[in-house]
């Protein structure tokens, strides 16, 4: 059984650098009656907009709402958007001092259109090559100075927006390692195979079969995935790999010893978001010292929740702690 109030206490106050693509969440929300006479499209009647944080800044917000210290560390343009940006991560007690700030970006909005409780549309206003080599170079400093300070974990939050590029990956795992600072990672393709060396690699059933160029189906043929798992781990030497398998649950390996956690049966609205969280409680998890059972358990929760609110939003601790408390006595 695990002991809520330690585990939670734990989480308390734990410095954790995230590091990658920010961006912004912007929601146009109304309701929709009718059929445009122009084309055959919804006419959304707007209620409302608004913004929230996004990308590797929701990440950020997880660990806030679990009452850890997250650092956010990126590059953004320097733009009206990268303003808004600075306000509301000021309005979450985060500041943006870790944000480098470029005439040669832009910053990252995604705009969702939300009528009648359903997706309709999504607006990337977005920018994707590798960030220069003086945007990386103030990136790294940036970082070096936070673990000369004191940090608990980095987190890489890859949205292959080119913030995490293959000297910055390198880099701050040295500069990790070399600290003895918990490094996670929650990757996407491009960069897959470069986060060599770290603590714990997070992909999904997607990403590990793209990332590999390995093709199995997990239903039929979990020997294969099990294989693709090892493959991953004799080409980024990382010590734990963490799955995640949709509707199957997750799946969490260190050496010798593996664990399934099966999926809980939820009521899906929006899977938006649940690898945040997952990467967040997964990481303050590891840093409390749990065993690779209890994380991927707990992480597998909280990622189930939050798909049950529609949006980018992250977890309720209090309600996380009722469900693990139901599920896992």
Same mark, same amino acid.
């Given at each position: 059984?695990?002991?809520?109030?330690?585990?939670?206490?734990?989480?308390?106050?734990?410095?954790? &650098?995230?590091?990658?693509?920010?961006?912004?969440?912007?929601?146009?929300?109304?309701?929709?009656?009718?059929?445009?006479?122009?084309?055959?499209?919804? &006419?959304?009647?707007?209620?409302?907009?608004?913004?929230?944080?996004?990308?590797?800044?929701?990440?950020?917000?997880?660990?806030?709402?679990?009452?850890?210290?997250?650092?956010?560390?990126?590059?953004?343009?320097?733009?009206?958007?990268?303003?808004?940006?600075?306000?509301?991560? $000021?309005?979450?007690?985060?500041?943006?001092?870790?944000?480098?700030?470029?005439?040669?970006?832009?910053?990252?909005?995604?705009?969702?259109?939300?009528?009648?409780?359903?997706?309709?549309?999504?607006?990337?206003?977005? $920018?994707?090559?590798?960030?220069?080599?003086?945007?990386?170079?103030?990136?790294?400093?940036?970082?070096?100075?936070?673990?000369?300070?004191?940090?608990?974990?980095?987190?890489?939050?890859?949205?292959?927006?080119? &913030?995490?590029?293959?000297? &910055?990956?390198?880099?701050?795992?040295?500069?990790?390692?070399?600290?003895?600072?918990?490094?996670?990672?929650?990757?996407?393709?491009?960069?897959?195979?470069?986060?060599?060396?770290?603590?714990?690699?997070?992909?999904?059933?997607?990403?590990?079969?793209?990332?590999?160029?390995?093709?199995?189906?997990?239903?039929?043929?979990?020997?294969?995935?099990? $294989?693709?798992?090892?493959?991953?781990?004799? $080409?980024?030497?990382?010590?734990?790999?963490?799955?995640?398998?949709?509707?199957?649950?997750?799946?969490?390996?260190?050496?010798?010893?593996?664990?399934?956690?099966?999926?809980?049966?939820?009521?899906?609205?929006?899977?938006?978001?649940?690898?945040?969280?997952?990467?967040?409680?997964?990481?303050?998890?590891?840093?409390?010292?749990?065993?690779?059972?209890?994380?991927?358990?707990?992480?597998?929760?909280?990622?189930?929740?939050?798909?049950?609110?529609?949006?980018?939003?992250?977890?309720?601790?209090?309600?996380?702690?009722?469900?693990?408390?139901?599920?896992?006595?």
């Amino acid at each position: 059984m695990v002991d809520l109030e330690k585990l939670f206490q734990s989480f308390e106050g734990k410095k954790i &650098v995230v590091i990658g693509d920010v961006m912004i969440d912007a929601y146009t929300i109304g309701h929709v009656s009718r059929l445009s006479p122009e084309a055959p499209v919804p &006419v959304v009647n707007l209620n409302h907009s608004e913004y929230r944080l996004g990308g590797a800044a929701n990440v950020a917000l997880n660990l806030i709402a679990l009452g850890a210290h997250p650092i956010i560390c990126s590059v953004v343009g320097n733009d009206s958007n990268a303003e808004i940006m600075s306000e509301l991560l $000021q309005s979450t007690g985060m500041h943006s001092a870790g944000l480098v700030k470029s005439n040669a970006r832009k910053t990252t909005v995604k705009t969702r259109i939300i009528a009648n409780s359903q997706q309709l549309l999504r607006i990337d206003d977005e $920018q994707t090559n590798l960030i220069n080599r003086d945007e990386e170079n103030q990136l790294i400093t940036c970082v070096e100075k936070l673990i000369e300070d004191g940090v608990d974990a980095i987190i890489f939050e890859d949205y292959n927006k080119g &913030v995490l590029s293959p000297k &910055v990956i390198d880099q701050v795992i040295k500069l990790a390692n070399s600290n003895g600072v918990i490094t996670t990672v929650d990757p996407k393709k491009d960069q897959f195979l470069s986060y060599k060396n770290v603590t714990l690699f997070k992909p999904n059933l997607k990403e590990l079969k793209e990332g590999l160029n390995f093709s199995f189906d997990f239903t039929k043929d979990r020997n294969a995935f099990e $294989q693709a798992v090892h493959l991953l781990e004799e $080409q980024i030497s990382c010590k734990v790999s963490f799955v995640t398998l949709s509707e199957h649950g997750v799946f969490i390996k260190q050496q010798d010893k593996k664990f399934y956690a099966e999926a809980h049966l939820r009521s899906i609205a929006d899977v938006s978001g649940a690898g945040d969280t997952v990467i967040a409680v997964a990481t303050l998890c590891l840093c409390a010292g749990r065993s690779i059972q209890e994380i991927a358990e707990i992480a597998n929760i909280a990622g189930g929740l939050v798909c049950e609110e529609i949006g980018v939003v992250s977890i309720n601790k209090e309600r996380l702690k009722r469900e693990i408390q139901t599920l896992l006595g």
